[in-house]
């Protein structure tokens, strides 16, 4: 055989080329699992082909490991990174709360979305209740609050209640009078008028009522987010894009 | 719940201080006013090694939270009824706040009802302005009078309210 033969025989290792926030999250985490990273790669084509990932502020993945790449930001690891209070268990489920103590702050404000231009949401393991994500502010609440039922409001006074499941939670608003909310697998979309966005920093397993952590949960929470107002059909094409990451990461609920 | 009970001098030196670059130290306070830390198997891990970890040999003991204080009458009072704009002005043993929360009405009802041992049963006082409720061994609220759907959901509000306070007075 010849050389040339040879080689041509062998099989061909081609670069990984991952995309660029893939990339970002690799230098700031040194992640070199590769299914972590290819679920993250994945998450990144599909958030881009369907529209909605160029309109997240914050997106923690939750990917499994430490606080320290618990706490980082998926859109830009530079910013928004979280600060934890004791209390809360990181695993490859995501991160959970105690119910008394642990949370996680975003730093991100949640009138950093426009109040008519807003989304945010989650992906729990169990839905035990209370406050998985967001703020109350004044007569404005943004948040995903379980209590026997599931309140999911965004930007809004009191809001619609859905059956309690685990798995993804969206919510989006694109004008003043409705919001549309993705509750696993049901899509409902309601008149409900807006009110001014809080300027109150979103938190993660409890709810930030005024300026302090209220609501903790004992929830696992395995993706959290907030960006801007999506369309119906993009916040749709999010949670079949985020149940397909958390299948690739073998937490799927 | 099971915690590490804190020395008032060690919750001083730790409450809000980071461990690691993205998590501090959040103490509680139990129903005998002893504090505690409650510390993950994540944050155990994170300070073996550190200059805290002497709290992790701190002996653990039974937390019982604070969860209600009822013994003098409680006065709510409804200073906003508006549907996109509920705000309800409480005064609790003397000391006044105001703190807007929703909840399941049924769910606050039930909280008072268990946490005061009484049946809730009429209402007394209107959503004008007026003294709505009283609170002094005894509750009164009557589901029948109330028609509007978006009062109910006020009074959950209001009764949110108060389980909030009593939980943290």
Redesign the interface.
Known sequence: MSYFSLINSMNRILPVSYGALTSAWITATSESNTTILNALNNLEIAGNSNGWLTKMSILYPFVGG???K??LNFINPATY???????????SLGI?G?????YADTGFPNNTTGQNDTSIGVYIQIAVGQGYFGS?G??S?SYIFG???L?MTVN???DS?VDSTAGFKGITRTSSGSRTIVNDTTTYTAST?S?TASSLNQFILATN??GSA?GFTTETISLAFQGSGLTITELEDMRTDVVAFQTALSRNV | MIGRQLTIEQRNAIQGVFFNDTTFFSCLKDVADNYFIMLSDSDIEEIQGTEWSYLIGLPESECILKTQIINNAVVVNVVDVNYLNVTASCTLDGVSFSIPFFEDFNEAKTILENETNTTITTISGNFEGQSLLNINNSIQFDCATITDLSVYEELSEIFACVKYKLMNV
């Open positions: 430490n606080s320290a618990h706490a990174a979280l600060s934890f209070a004791s209390g809360v268990t990181h695993d959970t105690n119910g008394t103590t642990g109350i004044g007569s609440r209590l026997g039922s309140y809004s006074g009191l209640i008028a009110a009522l005024t209220y």
